[in-house]
């Protein structure tokens, strides 16, 4: 289990129905004593404030590091049928099988 600092860049793992797997990047705004973390999204808004990012306690374990970042065009990635991969867009990363061979 990593321990995270505040000011650390995560993600956070939705579990709601629906949502369930889909990652959120956020940054560590406080720990609690209970062990759980309040974060910022980046990319998710308060419901009743437009202008405000979204600020939550989460638990531990719906909290990982943040993937390395990929440079387009450096490196090559082979995928086969069904290896695990994630996927991501401006607003949020999933997790995933792969459904055929990609070079």
Do not use: W
């Amino acid at each position: 289990m990593a321990v995270f600092q505040v000011g650390d860049r995560i993600e956070v793992c939705n579990k709601e129905q629906g949502f369930f797997g889909s990652y959120y990047e956020a940054t560590i705004v406080s720990k609690l004593n209970d062990g759980s973390y309040r974060v910022r999204y980046e990319n998710l808004i308060e419901k009743d404030d437009h202008s405000k990012l979204l600020i939550e306690q989460v638990s531990v374990d719906e909290v990982q590091p943040m993937p390395p970042r990929i440079i387009e065009g450096k490196g090559t990635q082979f995928y086969s049928y069904l290896d695990k991969v994630d996927a991501s867009t401006m607003m949020a990363g999933a997790s995933g099988l792969s459904s055929k061979k990609m070079i």
